[in-house]
C-alpha cells in the first residue's frame, strides 16, 4: 500500500488547512456567541462559512466516486486526510457539509432514495439549504442490536403510520432539520429477524412528531444540533417515503453505517492532533517546579505516547480507506471495526493527557479540550459500541480457524 498523496489530494489538503487557518479557527470564538444567544438555530456565522467553501469548492467532499454525479468523487483515501483536518475544530465539518448525521443520510438518499426523494430531500442537503437526523436508538430496547427496535411502521392505505419512542437522535433539535430518517418494523413476526425493519422519511414538523426535550451528553446539550428525544404518535406519512421498499431496512443501516464509522475515525484523528499540538504548546509555555512542564520527565512521557498513537491509528484508519476503495465496504468490515475500535479510545486517552497538562484550563470554555473530550466518548458508542465491534471482530477472526 502507498499512502502518499496524489497531487489532486495534497492541493486540497493544502486548500481546506488555508481555510480552516484563516476561517474557521478565527471564528469558533463568535460560533460559541452567536450560539449563546440562540441555541436550537445554526449560528450566522456558519452559513457566511458555508457560503465562502461552497464558493471555493470546498463543498460534499466525503461522497466517493461511486455516488456521481453528487460530490467531488474522491475516493475513501483521499477524503481520509481532509476529514482530519476538519476534525481539529468541532464546527470544521459542517462548513464543508461534510458534518454526521447528514453525510450517512445523503449516503443513504443517494445510494437508495427514489427519483422523487432525491428531488425533494436529498439536493437540499447536498446544497447545505436544510439538516437532517437519522432516529434508530430507542431508550426502552437495546439498541446496539438493531434488531431489537420496537417502533411500528404500518401500512394503511396510501399511507404509513409510525408510532415509537427514540432519544439520542442527533440533529433534531435544530431549527433547520427538516427531514427524518426513522427505523421501525413494518414485519415484526417474521421468523427473519433482518427483513423485520424498515426505513422511512418523516418530515419533522409532520403532526405527531413530538420532540419532548434535547438529551445531554456529559453535561452538554450539543445546540445548535442537539440529541432529541421524540415520540411518534399516529405520525402518517405518504407510502411513497418508504426507502427502497419495506424489510429493507437493517440493508440500509449497514450500508449507511460503514462510511459514517470511519468518518468519525478520520475525524477523530485530526481532534487528537490538534490536542496533541496544544499540550507541547502548553508544556513549553507553563513553568512548574522551577523548570517548563516540557522538561518533566512524566510530561515528556505522555506526548512520545499521544503521538505514537495517534500515528498508529491514522496508518489504520488509512489502511481501512484503502480497503473499502479496493474490496468494498463488506470485504473492509474488520478494518472498519478494527478503527473503529482503536480510533475513539486514542483520541480519549490522547485528550484526558492534554486536559491533565492543561490543569483547570483544559476543563473550561476557553479551550476545546473538554469539548473534544465529551465528543470522543460518545464516538465509543455512536454507530455500535466497543463491544459490539469487538464481539463480531473476534467472532469473524476466531471463525478462520474452526474445524
Not at 443513504?108 to 432516529?135: C, M, N, T
Not at 513553568?287 to 495517534?310: H, W, Y
Request: some cysteine; overall charge negative.
Amino acid at each position: 500500500m502507498n499512502f502518499s498523496y496524489s497531487e489532486k489530494t495534497q492541493a486540497l489538503m493544502d486548500s481546506v488547512t488555508a481555510f480552516m487557518n484563516e476561517h474557521v479557527f478565527p471564528a469558533e470564538p463568535t460560533y460559541q456567541t452567536q450560539l449563546n444567544a440562540q441555541r436550537w438555530k445554526t449560528p450566522a456565522v456558519m452559513e457566511s462559512l458555508k457560503q465562502k467553501a461552497q464558493a471555493q469548492g470546498l463543498w460534499n467532499l466525503f461522497l466517493p466516486t461511486a455516488y456521481l454525479p453528487y460530490g467531488k468523487g474522491l475516493t475513501n483515501l483521499e477524503y481520509a486526510p481532509l476529514a482530519e483536518i476538519m476534525g481539529r475544530s468541532m464546527i470544521g465539518a459542517e462548513v464543508f457539509n461534510c458534518s454526521a448525521p447528514d453525510t450517512g443520510n445523503m449516503e443513504v438518499l443517494a445510494r437508495y432514495g427514489s427519483e422523487e426523494q432525491k428531488e425533494r430531500w436529498l439536493q437540499p442537503l447536498l446544497d447545505g439549504k436544510i439538516r437532517s437526523a437519522f432516529a434508530m436508538t430507542e431508550p426502552k430496547v437495546a439498541s446496539s442490536d438493531a434488531t431489537n427496535i420496537e417502533t411500528s411502521i404500518v401500512r394503511d392505505g396510501d399511507e404509513y403510520i409510525v408510532n415509537g419512542h427514540k432519544f439520542y437522535i442527533s440533529g433534531a433539535c435544530n431549527e433547520e432539520c427538516e427531514i427524518l430518517i426513522v427505523m421501525g418494523k413494518t414485519d415484526p413476526d417474521n421468523d427473519n429477524k433482518y427483513v423485520q425493519q424498515t426505513q422511512i422519511l418523516v418530515p419533522r414538523n409532520t403532526p405527531g412528531v413530538q420532540i419532548v426535550r434535547p438529551m445531554e451528553v456529559m453535561g452538554w446539550d450539543d445546540a445548535p444540533e442537539g440529541h432529541a428525544e421524540i415520540i411518534f404518535e399516529n405520525v402518517r406519512v405518504p407510502a411513497s417515503h418508504i426507502i427502497l421498499g419495506e424489510g429493507k431496512g437493517f440493508e440500509i443501516a449497514q450500508g449507511r453505517l460503514g462510511p459514517g464509522r470511519i468518518h468519525h475515525c478520520m475525524r477523530m484523528i485530526g481532534m487528537a492532533q490538534r490536542s496533541l499540538e496544544l499540550m507541547c504548546e502548553r508544556s513549553e509555555s507553563r513553568v512548574a517546579f522551577g523548570k517548563t512542564l516540557s522538561k518533566q520527565q512524566s510530561v515528556r512521557e505522555v506526548i512520545a505516547l499521544s503521538a505514537c498513537e495517534i500515528e498508529q491509528a491514522r496508518l489504520l484508519t488509512l489502511k481501512a480507506a484503502h480497503a473499502m476503495d479496493t474490496v468494498g465496504n463488506k470485504g473492509a468490515k474488520e478494518l472498519i471495526a478494527m478503527i473503529k475500535i482503536v480510533a475513539p479510545r486514542m483520541a480519549c486517552n490522547v485528550i484526558d493527557r492534554a486536559i491533565q497538562i492543561h490543569g483547570a484550563h483544559g476543563l473550561g470554555q476557553d479551550s476545546p479540550l473538554a469539548r473534544f473530550y465529551s465528543y470522543a466518548r460518545v464516538v465509543r458508542l455512536a454507530d455500535g459500541p466497543d463491544e459490539v465491534h469487538m464481539m463480531q471482530l473476534g467472532r469473524n477472526l476466531a471463525s478462520a480457524y474452526s474445524f
